[in-house]
C-alpha cells in the first residue's frame, strides 16, 4: 500500500516535539546550566487534594459492583454537561448542545471526519500549529492565512481574503499572541461567516483568563453564532486536567449546512463511532472541579496569572516589547531587529537559559518574535525574571 498523501505535506515534526527535542539536547550538552522551560503551555499547578481525593474514592470505586462505572453516554455525563452550561455558558446553551470529550486536540481529531477532505480552511497566522497539521491530515484541500499582525492589533482581517474558506479556526485568547478578540471584532467576523456560509471553529481553551467581563469569552456571546459556529472548551489549563484529559465542544442544534443537514447530527454520528466517551472516572473529577468553581477561588487560574505579570513586567523593564499576557497566559515578544539574524530559540536558551517557543514556527508571520508561556513553576518564572533583569536586552556582538 503507498503511504497516505497528505503527509508529504506535512512538516516531518510537531512544533512542540521539536521544541522538547532540542530542549532535551540543550540540557545534555550543558549539564551544570538550570534551563528554565517556559516554551510549551504545560501546567504545573498540581490538581487541589479535596479533587484528587475525590478522583481517588471514584477510581477505587470502580472495582465495587455499586461503584462501578461501564460505558457513559455518548455526549458525557448529563450532570457535567448541565455544569459545563452554567459554569461556562450561564445556561444559555443547552446542556443537550454539549458533547464532553478527552480535550481540544482530541475533538480536532475528530473535527476531520466531520468535514470530510478538499475544504478550503483558513488559519490565523501565527497559529496553533494542532489547527494546521490536522487540516492536513484531514486532507484540506487548502490552507490559506489570515495573517495577524501588530498593526492590525493581531486581528484576523478575513474579510481581506480573496477567497472565501470553508471553515476558519479561531482562537480567543489567541494562542500564541496572548490577544483577545473584542465584541465588535468577532461580531464582524460572525457576520462575515453568516453571509458566506463559512463554519467557524473556536476554541476558548484560555477564555477563563479572560479578566475583563466586556470581552467575550465564547463566541456564542454573539448573536448569530449559533448558526455559524461551534466551540471546543477545555478543562486542561486551569482545572489542572493536562494529563488527565476532559474538555467539550459545543454544536448548536440550529447549525446547518447549506445543504440543509443539521451539523449537530453528524458530530453525534462521529462521537458515537469514532469515540467512547471521556473516562468516566475523570468526568466525575470534573463535576467536582466544577461545583466549587469561581474565577477567584481558582487558585491554579491566579498562579499563572500571576506568573504572566511578573514575566511581563520583567520583560518590559528591560525593554522588549511585549503583548499577550492580560487576559491570557502567552505573552507574544518581539525582537528588537538587533536580533533579526539570530536563532531566538538559541538566543534565549545560550544568553538567559529560558526556552522559549520562537514566533515562526507558529507561521511566517511569527518571524520576529518569540511566545513566553506563563504554565511555568513559580520559583522559575522568578528565576527567568532574575536573569532578564540583570541586564538590559543582550545583543550578542556579531548580530549587530
Ligand atoms: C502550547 O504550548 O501551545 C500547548 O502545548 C498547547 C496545547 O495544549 O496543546
Redo the contacts with the bound molecule.
Sequence with gaps: MLSNPYFKKLKPSYL?KEISEKLCMFKNNNPARTVVDLS???TTYPIEKELSEHLASVAYKQSSKNGYLGYGPENGSATLRSKVAKTFYRSTISPDDIFISDGI?CDLGRLQSLLGPGRIVALQDPV?P?YRDVSIIGGAAEVISVPCREENDFFPDIRSLSRIPDVLFLCSPN?PTGTVLNRKQLTSIVNYALENEVLIVFDTAYSLFIADESLPKSIFEIPGAEKCAIEFGSF?KTFGFTGLRLGWSVVPSQLQYSDGAFVQHHWRRVVSTLFNGASSVIQEAGIKALEAYSPQNNAALQYYKTNANLLKDALLSVGFSVFGGDHSPYLWVKLPKELASVDPFDFFLEEYGVAVTPGVGFGSEGEGFVRF?SFGDRSEVELACQRFASREIFVPSGAL
Design positions: 512542540f510549551l503551555g504545560n486536540k496553533y494542532a494562542n486542561s508561556s
